[in-house]
């Protein structure tokens, strides 16, 4: 998947989850992404983090984080 | 099998539940009030003769051939028109009736040809049976005088039936079928007295009018008046199957009528509970692709796309197949294949597919066509009330006081049901639309829409959270049923959210461009009901916050206690056959069948002990995930059965490197669709008509669907399955698709009761269906949710990224039309394309004088991802700055244009918000010559000659 698709697809779940208490929403997009994304594809998001995860939205990038 | 001839109970049944208990003909016979004497009648045995009534519209009282004696009654009164009263004493025959009846057959036969050994009706018309059941011998006013017997003004610019007015007798049926059950009011009685005869409006011909051609008039013709004319062509059928249709998520029952193995006709089937007897120009017609040239009916191969393809046997093919997939795997890894299947297979084959890729491929990178369509349905209502599916059964509708369509246009997608709807709305129901289009429902003969709400494309959560702001704040919210069936902790949450003022119908007014009042005004009127239901479409899901807008209509719903009785609910209108089927059996690629996720090691552990493989705990691949892979070069083999990933799916480029990415693509079809074109290997399909299993519609109801001839190309698709999967090592056994429902059933607690028998038995039956619902369940969440409380969730506007820019200053949203359907591999092969022989661009008066646009005009449209051309109509059903088109013909290329923006929950694509240009053009696209190019060369099949060689 090209970067900037992949954190296309990350924000749109992170803006989903934006209105629930900050802690609810990181485990929102966690949970979505460990429900929902396959395994190569969580590989290349925490790589994308793992090199400054740049374009991705503060809670996206805190749920990737933990989901490495 | 025989000919199956439902009964004719003349008149509809009565609804009432108090009984009346008559005397007929001396059999007592106890019937609900409000019955008429003829219905009756038929309920004690007793055909009373009749030639204006069918049991399918109400009585009329104009033939008068069905008059009865009632004791301490005077005169003979018709007894369609007659009432039940308790104690009623009712001869239906006796020496003066007789010779009445007699007269009124002389009077009718006096001005009807008698050609009856020759008419296409012989057999099966009803003044032929009357004449022989009043005995008639003669007619002693000869035919010498005036008559209707010049038959140069028969109709035939219908392709479908014919229309032969020196046949009629005037019984109205024809008119009274179109007004009433179809609600279309194209058909009259034109001039008066003699010079009577039935007219089509709108138009100088049928085909002209503004007859749909739904079928409804030519089945209550009594005569060969209204005749399909593949009955006049090939005579009666002489036995029927009963089966379910395969276009729209509807699932009509029809009885294909047969001559051995030649379908004579589709009749819609009286008893199928989702149709009652109606039927739209797709099921009841469209059906001649089943037979159509272009069926493919050899296994072919190929190395290479540029290859002509190669037809070999079966073994060979499969065991290519086996082999390829077997040698990808070994390169590039387990997970570097999959499959997709599409939702007009049925029930048991999407099962077996998933089966096959999560046993024998060892992954779960299976998905299906509901991706691109339902698949937010599945995650909003799951989430809200703990399951994927519609709340209602379509007669639920019966009882609604206010019906709210959002982005659905039912009588172009859904027609059958959408006459259903058109009915109640006849009957004083109260109708909110929201869609940016103005589509037909919004205005039409005896229906119109109190609030149209036409929405920019894009602004559906805007519009939904703008109507629960207005409930909350004039405190119309329904407390009660909050309180006890609802999360209170979250609705509090959710309602200190939607009072903010940002949600409010004033705040959200610039993005949605819809009055404040008017949404102010729509929301009372839902809230207010008091039985309020929602139907929608794709025009809910399609959009980047698709699965936001399921979950706020779901807590609009629950807001105002719409749920869980007759006349409310959340009602997804499915746009294929098995669309909610499909999803229920597990295609997608995190969840087993029943809506369970694969990372369960309870669920997982029952499959595996059933399956006698480990299975993968995480999810696999999406379609739109396939592809991105195949590009990446990790994905490199896809097994696609019955669907067309290359037309229906967006962003067309991307999906064409996709799958020239990929080695070893095998497309299972009718026809050689386009995404065949990239195929290397091409398993012969079988059609709904030749095989056996079980479609599930859009309100959970499972019926059959029965073999009426056997496959052209040898196999029903269960069984290539079950071949590919014994050749990739993962053996499979069954001897009839009722087996594999067996399976399901054993694994799937919502199916737990479900056999053939019982579908059998019942016609059809509606899931869950267990032992809590051993006939099953017709509406949903009555006492208590699924998930248990009902869940409010948070659903913030977030503005689609698909910007109208300078450059692309106008939105396009695309869509369907009632002739054609889905990808036109069907349709397109069939007589329908007399209405619809090429996509159209629909734009507004001021945009098309703007751009030098006249109507006619081949213009180009381009998007950020491509162009493509087509021919423009100019339409006031449009708004201002929003283009629309469909996507039925291959050459249009209408996905050419539609982009890789999608639902964040989901990736259900947001084919309904586009930005484009539209200018005027003087040739066909860069990409439809290149198209044209393609096709020709990867559609090749070798010559015989060559292949002896």
Redesign the interface.
């Known amino acids: 998947m090209k970067s900037e698709t992949m954190v296309h697809n990350a924000n749109q779940i992170a803006l989903f989850w934006l209105s629930y208490p900050h802690d609810e929403a990181v485990a929102g997009v966690l949970s979505h992404l460990r429900r929902y994304w396959e395994p190569r594809m969580r590989v290349q998001i925490c790589d994308y983090v793992a090199q400054g995860g740049g374009g991705l939205h503060t809670l996206a990038l805190e749920a990737v984080r933990q989901l490495s | 099998m025989a000919l199956i001839r439902e009964i004719d109970y003349g008149t509809p049944a009565s609804a009432a539940r108090q009984q009346v208990s008559l005397e007929i003909d001396g059999k007592t016979v106890t019937v609900p009030a409000g019955t008429s004497v003829m219905r009756a009648a038929v309920e004690a045995g007793v055909q009373i003769p009749k030639l204006c009534a069918t049991d399918s519209v109400k009585a009329f009282g104009s033939c008068r051939l069905c008059l009865v004696e009632i004791e301490g009654r005077r005169g003979t009164p018709a007894s369609c028109t007659t009432l039940v009263e308790p104690g009623m004493k009712v001869r239906t025959s006796s020496p003066k009736l007789h010779k009445l009846r007699r007269g009124v057959m002389e009077l009718y036969i006096s001005d009807h040809p008698l050609d009856c050994l020759t008419c296409a009706a012989n057999g099966n018309c009803e003044l032929q049976d009357m004449a022989g059941v009043v005995g008639l011998r003669e007619v002693r006013y000869g035919f010498e005088g005036a008559n209707h017997f010049d038959n140069k003004s028969k109709d035939t610019s219908n392709p479908y039936f014919q229309f032969e007015p020196a046949k009629c007798i005037l019984c109205s049926r024809c008119v009274r079928a179109c007004e009433e059950v179809q609600g279309t009011f194209a058909l009259t009685i034109e001039g008066r007295g003699f010079a009577s005869k039935v007219a089509a409006a709108g138009g100088s011909d049928f085909l002209s009018s503004d007859c749909v051609s739904c079928g409804a008039c030519v089945q209550a013709c009594p005569t060969a008046t209204l005749i399909e004319k593949s009955v006049v062509e090939l005579g009666q059928g002489e036995h029927s199957v009963v089966t379910t249709c395969a276009y729209c998520g509807v699932g009509c029952s029809f009885k294909a009528e047969m001559q051995g193995n030649q379908v004579v006709r589709m009749l819609p089937y009286k008893d199928g509970k989702a149709n009652h007897g109606h039927s739209c120009v797709k099921g009841r017609f469209a059906w001649g692709y089943a037979t159509h040239q272009d069926r493919i009916t050899k296994p072919m191969i190929r190395a290479k796309i540029t290859d002509p393809w190669r037809e070999v046997t079966w073994e060979e093919a499969i065991r290519h197949a086996a082999s390829e997939f077997k040698r990808i795997q070994g390169r590039y890894g387990k997970?570097s294949i999959g499959g997709i299947t599409s939702s007009r297979c049925t029930n048991e084959e999407t099962y077996l597919v998933q089966k096959m890729i999560r046993a024998a491929f060892g992954n779960?990178?299976t998905d299906t066509c509901a991706r691109v369509c339902h698949s937010p349905t599945g995650y909003g209502l799951a989430n809200t009330f703990g399951t994927s599916a519609g709340t209602q059964d379509f007669d639920s509708v019966d009882a609604a006081d206010v019906i709210m369509v959002i982005g659905a246009n039912p009588t172009d997608a859904h027609p059958v049901f959408a006459s259903h709807m058109k009915a109640r709305l006849r009957q004083g129901a109260r109708l909110i639309v929201i869609d940016p289009r103005r589509i037909s429902l919004v205005k039409s003969p005896h229906v119109a829409a109190e609030y149209h709400l036409a929405l920019r494309p894009g602004t559906n959560v805007a519009i939904i959270n703008a109507m629960a702001h207005t409930i909350v704040t004039e405190g119309l919210t329904q407390e009660e049923f909050v309180k006890e069936r609802c999360e209170l902790a979250e609705f509090d949450r959710w309602r200190k959210?939607i009072i903010e003022e940002r949600n409010s119908p004033e705040a959200m007014e610039p993005f949605t461009g819809v009055p404040a009042a008017d949404v102010r005004a729509a929301a009372r009127l839902y809230a207010k009901g008091p039985n309020s239901a929602i139907y929608y479409g794709l025009g809910v899901t399609e959009h980047?916050q698709g699965?936001?807008m399921v979950i706020g209509m779901a807590n609009l719903a629950m807001l105002t206690g719409n749920l869980g009785r007759r006349g409310v609910g959340v009602n997804p209108l499915r746009g294929q056959n098995n669309v909610q089927g499909s999803c229920d059996m597990g295609s997608f690629?995190?969840e087993f069948p029943g809506y369970r996720?694969v990372?369960d090691p309870a669920v997982r552990k029952s499959f595996e002990d059933t399956w006698g493989v480990p299975l993968q705990a995480?999810?696999?691949?999406?379609i739109s995930?396939m592809i991105?892979?195949a590009i990446?070069g990790?994905f490199k083999g896809l097994y696609i059965q019955g669907e067309d990933i290359l037309q229906s799916d967006p962003n067309t480029q991307h999906m064409t490197a996709g799958l020239q990415a990929m080695e070893c693509v095998v497309v299972q079809d009718l026809f050689l669709n386009e995404t065949a074109s990239y195929a290397h290997v091409f398993l012969p399909g079988s059609s709904f008509l030749e095989k056996n299993g079980t479609f599930t519609n859009a309100e959970r109801r499972i019926s059959m669907v029965r073999k009426a001839l056997p496959p052209m190309g040898g196999f029903e698709d269960w069984e290539i399955t079950v071949m590919l999967s014994n050749a990739m090592g993962y053996p499979m056994h069954y001897n009839h698709p009722s087996e594999i429902m067996d399976e399901i059933a054993r694994l799937t607690p919502t199916f737990a009761g479900v056999t053939y028998e019982k579908i059998d038995k019942l016609g059809s039956v509606q899931w869950p269906c267990n032992d809590t619902a051993p006939d099953g369940t017709p509406i949903m969440h009555i006492d208590k949710f699924v998930r248990g409380k009902g869940r409010f969730m948070?659903t913030?506007f977030?503005p689609t990224?698909e910007k109208i820019t300078r450059r692309f200053p106008l939105i396009l949203t695309t869509g369907r039309i009632l002739t054609q359907y889905n990808v036109g591999a069907q349709t397109g092969r069939t007589d329908n394309n007399v209405w619809h022989t090429e996509d159209l661009l629909e734009i507004h008066p001021q945009d098309a004088e703007d751009r030098g646009i006249k109507d006619g005009d081949r213009v180009l449209l381009t998007s950020r991802a491509g162009e493509t051309s087509l021919k423009a109509k100019i339409s006031e059903r449009m708004q201002p700055g929003v283009v629309y088109t469909t996507f039925h013909h291959q050459f249009s290329g209408a996905n050419v244009v539609t982009t890789?923006?999608?639902d964040?929950?989901?990736?259900c694509p947001e084919y309904k918000v586009t930005a484009v240009e539209v200018t005027p053009a003087r040739q066909i696209s860069a990409w439809q010559q290149q198209y044209l190019e393609t096709r020709k060369q990867t559609t090749q099949i070798e010559a015989a000659s060559e292949r002896s060689r």
């Open positions: 997970d779960n990178n959210f980047s699965s936001t690629p995190h996720h990372s995480e999810p696999g691949l999406r995930n991105d892979a990446d990790t948070l913030e977030v990224d890789e923006f999608s964040w929950a989901t990736s």
